[in-house]
């Protein structure tokens, strides 16, 4: 059977990215997402907000703790990944976070914002042995054909 582990979110910043780094010297970037989903029921129009925990590594988490802050939009593609561990007094903890693999910064972010022309892209995220990849091309890249059109 086939699986897949695969997200795409956009949503704002809930707190200014925090960079770290490992033993290694591996960048880490922790931060928040607020992602928002509007619907309409029979009393009306409604909103509700769901708040995701985000990691990127390497060259990635250097330039989001570089450009983003609390409040600015983001586009996020990821994997979902589960921790557990147990506290000192012994109780069990579980959480699910989404590890970037790429992203794009939206909108006009403000000042000291993203880079001319509304926005940049980063691919760098570690493999389960924990080495770098780096691309460099981001959304929009793709060879469509001959005349340059979408085929659908």
Known sequence: MANLNKVFLIGNLTRDPELRATQGGVNVCKFGL???RRYTTQQGPQEETTFVDLTAFGRQAEVIQQYCTKGKPIFVEGRLQFSSWETKEGQKRNKIEV?????QFLGAGGAGGASPGGGASARTAPSSAGSMQDGGAGYGDEDYGMDGE???
Do not use: D, R, S, T
């Open 150 to 152: 979408i085929p659908f």
């Open 99 to 103: 590890i970037v693999e790429n992203f």
């Open 34 to 36: 607020a992602v928002n």
